[in-house]
């Protein structure tokens, strides 16, 4: 019998984290196995939210070794809500015995009454798609030059990463402005599969993160005169496709080590964590992805993966520094009778949160975590794909933050899709592609 995979599609509204209720979801599969078109029917909530669907996927096995054998399965979803354009998500990928979640950004129909649908075509996974390998870098880089009088002291998380959509020096491919903590998810789902081991995953995202906040911190592409932070070809940086699914596996690791990353002795600049897959292409002295999946089986953890890979001489290391936040985590869990101005924070955040999304229940902001405190916490973690604690750790305070910011912003970003020229091409997001720039 065919493994089973878990989708659940999300609704907003352009950019933001504001949700759609009553948008007709329709997902379709085609069985590799059958010429039968499997097609199933939801509608959203009112937190933007479709019930989980239960749909076809391979063996897990195909996932757990390299194999010629996909390791997900696809299906396209197509989404209508009133008063926006139609979506059409093409190759959403379905992992066995994971949860995945499809993001929908919904474009409002203009003034023009433009209502042409929207289509975007998911890359496949870096480990089974035709990608470039990297290119061999140095790994220390010039420091930036000071701000006035002022040299940063060290890398501060960003609240966007600007990522430009093809080779460095094509200035025809788009950038797109991304929530740093969705970029680092994106990645990490293009570039690992979401049914590996947890501390394996951890490594990986560590990699991932430390390589961005060094091209940030460096200012790598902008000393260049670049007008973004990074890029998605894997020869120069990450993989990236923008509209791509997720997995909760991977999204719950970003929320807890986001502002993580590995740090040489002496070194102020993140390290530069490049890496390759181990099979297609050797890298010695960098993470191979398949090799770090290996020691994940042999319950090693993160850092002994980073160790085994980079050498000893290795710290993690957490930024103080996250922006675009209204208040930094507290350094502690809140729960239970915890009190004070940091729960009162969480208070208020969640009753603004609770006005887009209506199953979180309001309470009174009196800076003490009661029962009424926790009933809200519980219901914004089950909303957001968390682990259900009913506390608020580091994840949940900055998720928490993360979705206050997004339904309270009055300007969306930037990078929503435009139609391109002829109405009705196809977005595959590949370099040769060219795409009207907003920015």
């Keep these: 019998m065919p493994d089973q995979g878990r989708l659940q599609v999300q609704v907003y509204q352009g950019q933001s984290y504001k949700p759609i ?21 939801v509608v959203s909530n009112n937190s933007g939210q479709t019930s989980i669907v239960e749909l076809l996927a391979p063996s897990k096995d195909n996932s757990m070794k390299p194999s010629d054998k996909a390791p997900y399965s696809l299906c396209d979803v197509k989404v209508e809500a009133e008063g926006y354009r139609p979506l059409l998500i093409k190759g959403c990928q379905i992992y066995p015995d994971t949860k995945a979640i499809q993001q929908c950004n919904m474009n409002p129909i203009g003034r023009d009454g433009y209502r042409e649908e929207v289509i975007i075509d998911v890359a496949p996974n870096r480990l089974v798609g035709n990608y470039p390998p990297k290119i061999p870098e140095a790994p220390e880089k010039p420091l930036p030059k000071p701000v006035g009088t002022v040299v940063l002291p060290q890398p501060v998380v960003p609240e966007f990463v600007i990522v430009h959509t093809g080779m460095p020096d094509d200035p025809s491919a788009p950038n797109f ?49 670049k007008n973004f932070n990074i890029t998605n070809s894997t020869a ?20 807890s080590i986001f502002s993580t990353y590995m740090l040489r002795p002496n070194a102020k600049q993140p390290l530069l964590a490049q890496y390759c897959d181990g099979v297609k292409v050797q890298c ?66 969640l009753n603004r949160i609770s006005q887009n999304y209506p199953a979180i229940p309001k309470q009174r902001v009196d800076g003490y975590y009661g029962q009424a405190t926790r009933k809200s916490v519980l219901e914004f973690q089950k909303v957001f794909s968390m682990p259900i604690t009913g506390t608020v750790d580091y994840a949940t305070w900055y998720k928490i933050s993360d979705i206050y910011v997004g339904v309270t912003k009055i300007a969306e970003l930037r990078g929503t899709f435009v139609p391109p020229v002829p109405y009705g091409e196809m977005y595959d997001f590949t370099p040769t592609v060219k795409y009207p720039l907003e920015d």
């Design 21 to 41: 209720d009553n948008a007709k979801v329709t997902i379709t599969q085609l069985p590799e196995a059958s010429n039968k078109v499997a097609e199933q029917k």
């Design 177 to 225: 402005t991304m929530r740093y903590k969705d970029y680092i998810t994106n990645v990490g789902c293009s570039e690992i599969f979401s049914t590996w081991p947890e501390n394996t995953i951890r490594a990986n995202l560590l990699c991932i993160i430390s390589f961005t906040l060094n091209r940030i911190y460096t200012e790598w592409y902008r000393a260049k005169g």
């Design 236 to 255: 120069y940086d990450h993989a990236f496709s923008y509209g791509r699914t997720i997995y909760d596996s991977i999204a719950n690791a970003v929320d």
């Design 284 to 349: 010695p002295n960098w993470l191979t992805q398949w090799g770090s999946k290996y020691q994940g089986d042999l319950g090693k953890s993160p850092y002994e993966i980073l160790t085994y890979f980079y050498g000893t001489d290795l710290n993690l290391t957490t930024a103080k520094k996250v922006s675009g936040i209204p208040s930094s985590y507290p350094g502690y869990t809140l729960g239970m009778g915890s009190s004070g101005r940091p729960v009162r924070d969480v208070q208020t955040y």
